[in-house]
């Protein structure tokens, strides 16, 4: 069974560039994690919506084994400033209990 985390985030629209560009920068970093699967960054369509950042595992130890890890923390280094931030937000964490895809 996965293991899905959601960071929603409220970036407000002048720091939403710099927001997405720091996540295309360390883009492939935590692929390199023992029981990743994928993850998805989601842009709001509306200007208040949230960032919604999905990272999938092989199970909850394996996230919370990225969390220890070296690579967290040089992710979570230099982050944007406090007033890139709107109210709201949080982390959410899931198991996947259904799972469908587009059959080919």
């Known amino acids: ?15 939403r560039a710099e927001f997405e560009e720091r996540f295309r920068r360390r883009a492939g970093e ?3 994690q023992p029981g990743f699967v994928r993850m998805e960054i989601l842009r709001p369509v509306n200007d208040d919506g949230l960032y919604v950042v999905l990272t ?7 996230f919370e084994a990225w969390m220890k ?4 923390k ?6 944007l400033p406090k007033e890139a931030f709107g109210e709201g937000g949080g982390i959410e964490r899931h ?9 080919r």
């Open 95 to 103: 198991e996947v209990i259904i799972h469908s895809e587009e059959s």
């Open 30 to 32: 935590v692929d390199k």
């Open 1 to 15: 069974m996965q293991y899905v985390v959601a960071n929603r985030v409220p970036v407000k629209a002048e720091y």
């Open 56 to 62: 999938h595992w092989v199970d909850q130890a394996a």
């Open 74 to 79: 040089t992710a979570h280094t230099n982050p």
């Open 69 to 72: 890890s070296a690579d967290f």
